[in-house]
C-alpha cells in the first residue's frame, strides 16, 4: 500500500468534540503505529470495533487478557498480540482512571498541543509514531490552527 490508511477508510469521520470518533480514531492509530502491516492492523480494528464492539475505554476494559489476545489474533495481529493486549488494557484503564475514558479529556487537560501530545505519548505503547497518525486527522479537529 502506497499510502497510509486514513479514518475515512475505516468509516470514522473524525469530529471536533466528537469522543466515539477520537477515540475510534486513537485505536486505530495505536494498531498503526506498531510495526506491521495496514492491512492486518485494519483488519484487527475492524474486528475490535466493530465485530466484538469494543469501542471504548470501558469496552476494552472488559475483556480479560485472553480475550484481547483472541481478538487480536482473530485480526490478524499475531505477531504483537501479547504485548499488545497487555498495552491496550493498560492504556484503556489509564485513560479511564486519568481523564475520564476521554480522549477528550486529555484534550481539556492539555495546556497546548504540545502538551496533548505529550501527554499522549505517556501511554504505554504509544510512540512519536502513533501520535503522528492519530494528530494526522485528530489535529485539525482539536486545533484550530491545524
Excluded at 50 to 66: K, N, Q, V
Excluded at 120 to 125: M, N
Aim: glycine share 8%; aromatic share 10%; with cysteine.
Amino acid at each position: 500500500m502506497s499510502r497510509y490508511m486514513s479514518a475515512a477508510d475505516l468509516g470514522i469521520t473524525v469530529k471536533k468534540n466528537d469522543e466515539q470518533s477520537l477515540f475510534k480514531w486513537f485505536l486505530a492509530s495505536f494498531l498503526f503505529g506498531k510495526r506491521i502491516g495496514q492491512k492486518i492492523a485494519a483488519a484487527t480494528w475492524h474486528v475490535l470495533v466493530e465485530t466484538h464492539e469494543r469501542d471504548t475505554p470501558r469496552e476494552l476494559c472488559h475483556c480479560s487478557h485472553a480475550e484481547l489476545v483472541r481478538i487480536l489474533g482473530e485480526g490478524g495481529y499475531a505477531r504483537y498480540d501479547e504485548s499488545t493486549a497487555d498495552r491496550l488494557a493498560l492504556l484503556c484503564k489509564t485513560l479511564i482512571d486519568q481523564y475520564h475514558g476521554r480522549i477528550l479529556g486529555i484534550f481539556e487537560a492539555s495546556e497546548s498541543r504540545a502538551d496533548f501530545e505529550r501527554r499522549l505519548r505517556g501511554f504505554k505503547g504509544v510512540g512519536q509514531v502513533t501520535v503522528r497518525i492519530f494528530m494526522r486527522e485528530a489535529g485539525p479537529a482539536l486545533f484550530k490552527s491545524d
